[in-house]
């Protein structure tokens, strides 16, 4: 599993989060100061008051793309979790996870992070999910070859990941 991949594995689950901060924030009310004229769309109760923009509601497509996210926001915090676990119970010295799997899944958040518009869209949301499976698929194929009763519950917490990951 090594460090090194566990620290990558911490910066996407970071990423992850101040991307969704990020989409709750300009999702929010809506409300703000403005100075000067009116933006469009915008409603002055009084001289001097905050301006409202119109509440969007948000698609269900865009609700569920939500959902999904915090979805896979959860189980990568399951799988560094398991890791952390396994390498404090078994002071695993060589790496089990390939350092290009954690790569490839912070450069997954990178992408979605600087993405246009703030919102993930299907495509990388089944990237995500499946770089994740391909995570958990090859953690589990390694620790299956560990004979300690670790790698059992090990083992038990990966296939419970493996079962839980949403459709796209």
């Known amino acids: 599993m090594g460090l090194c991949s566990l620290t990558h594995q911490i910066d996407a689950l970071n990423i992850l989060h ?11 009310d809506g409300e703000g100061q403005c ?4 933006a469009a769309g915008k409603v002055a109760v009084r001289p001097g008051d905050v301006m409202k923009e119109p509440r ?3 698609t269900i ?3 569920a793309r939500e959902s999904c996210l915090t979805r896979l926001l959860e189980i990568l915090t399951q799988l560094i979790s398991v890791e952390e676990d396994f390498i404090k119970e ?10 290009k799997d954690s ?4 450069n997954i958040c990178l992408r979605m992070a600087i993405a246009e518009g703030s919102s993930c869209s299907n495509r990388d949301l089944r990237e995500l999910r499946d770089c994740l499976r391909h ?16 790698s059992i519950v090990t083992t038990r917490r990966l296939r419970e990941l493996s079962n839980s990951f949403p459709d796209i």
Not at 18 to 28: F, G, V, W
Not at 35 to 38: M, R
């Open 35 to 38: 100075s000067g004229a009116l």
């Open 90 to 99: 078994v002071s695993y010295e060589k790496s089990l996870l390939k350092r």
């Open 135 to 150: 995570i958990v698929g090859n953690l589990l194929a390694c620790v299956r070859d560990e004979n300690n009763l670790s």
């Open 56 to 58: 969007r509601m948000k």
């Open 18 to 28: 101040e991307l969704r901060a990020h989409d709750t924030a300009s999702n929010a």
């Open 61 to 63: 497509a865009e609700r």
């Open 103 to 106: 790569v490839e899944l912070k």
